[in-house]
């Protein structure tokens, strides 16, 4: 199994200029791209803000082969990335508000309830040339952490998703990755919504609302 970690800040504008460097030295590019289902459920009678720092709106990974007989790969989920949280919390929750600057003292934020911050903890992915089983696979780790608008912590917690395709359905690697892409981001929207709730810490802060009776209530729907 071949992966790579999460390219951070200090590395984006880095990773992004090998595209221009690579894209004639064999490097397979996949951008990942798709609609995602809302979660079928009753909404959470709640406001939620959310901001997505810019790592994660522009989400991606490069893993540089390590001999003349591999291919090295460049794989950009970041637009896709933020239209599954968009479309996830808007179908979980009774209102999604985006903010003005990531939460913390004296960031002017409308007023919410609390605030979502999704990142791409880790991603490692493998193929046949690795691990010669005809199986496209996708492993994602999000850290997510819920906050006030101040910034302080109400939750931190990591969560998993995985995808994989096998090859006799697609045409080419990169659409097998990309596929294999895609169906780990649908694992972490059902997985999020179902278990949201649950969260030790989310729990706790529900049943400090106002609302905490009606709100932890909420579950999806079979």
Known sequence: MSGSMTIGPDRWLA???LVLLLAGCGTKQVLVQSEFPPPVMNKLPLTIGVWYDEEFA????FDEA????????????????????DTLLKGMFRDVVYMNGKPGPGQMNPVVDAVLLPAVDELQYAIPAHTNVKVYEIWMRYRLQLVTTGGIPIAD?????YGKTPTAFMQSDEGAVRLAAIVALRDAGAHFAS???????????LASLPRAGEAADRRVRP
């Open 58 to 61: 522009n989400h991606e990974f």
């Open 66 to 85: 390590a001999g003349r007989a591999e291919t090295s790969w460049l794989v950009n989920t970041g637009q896709a990335q933020v239209q599954l949280w």
């Open 15 to 17: 990773a992004t200029l």
């Open 195 to 205: 278990t949201f709730t649950a969260i030790p810490d989310v729990a706790q802060w």
């Open 157 to 161: 917690w990591t969560m998993p998703a």
